[in-house]
């Protein structure tokens, strides 16, 4: 399978030389400037990119659960917020756009995955972790007044995306789960 990469270009057709790309993955989260392309796959998790329009910069978290609750439901109170979880990934998106002298109200969203990765399971709707994930976005974008411009998220199976931070673009490939046939 060939793998997903978006140079920018010149005028001449030749590839920018200061692009950078970084590979996320689950529990990673990246900030940067134009020169910067975010990439990641995706299945139960979900991918919050953020781009501001003016200052071209954001970035893009990969969490894998809604929240940081443990199996006594008590939530854990990390003294470092945690890529891993969507309750704390807003945390780090504030602290990088501090940094920039900037508020997240000023930024564009636009999430992805949540997949179902698995089928023919019975799973009650509240037990599915790509729906919760996808639920817990959502949550943390409207509590904290961030427009969402676009969402590719639920159905099964996987995406591989490319986040380039020079135009605030988002390329998805989706790959759905193939039918087994017994």
């Not at 689950?26 to 940067?32: C, E, I, L, R, T």
């Not at 790509?130 to 961030?146: M, P, T, V, W």
């Amino acid at each position: 399978m060939a793998t997903m990469k978006f140079v920018p270009t010149t005028k001449e057709g030749l590839p920018e030389s200061d692009v950078s790309s970084r590979f996320l993955n689950p529990g990673d989260f990246s900030f940067g400037d134009a020169s910067c392309q975010i990439h990641t796959v995706l299945g139960s998790c979900v991918a919050i990119t953020l781009w501001h329009p003016v200052l071209h910069i954001g970035g893009m978290c990969h969490f894998v659960l809604p929240g940081r609750r443990t199996h006594e439901n008590v939530t854990r109170t990390d003294s470092e917020p945690n890529g891993r979880y969507a309750d704390a990934v807003i945390a780090l998106f504030q602290r990088e756009a501090a940094q920039y002298g900037t508020n997240l109200k000023e930024y564009q969203a636009k999430i992805f995955g949540g997949s179902i990765m698995l089928r023919n399971v019975t799973i009650k709707k509240d037990e599915m972790v790509g729906l919760r994930n996808i639920e817990a976005a959502l949550k943390q974008l409207f509590d904290n007044e961030i427009p969402l411009l676009f969402a590719h998220v639920g159905e099964t199976g996987h995406r591989r995306i490319v986040f380039d931070i020079k135009s605030g673009d988002v390329w998805v490939k989706h790959e759905p789960l193939k039918k087994i046939i017994f």
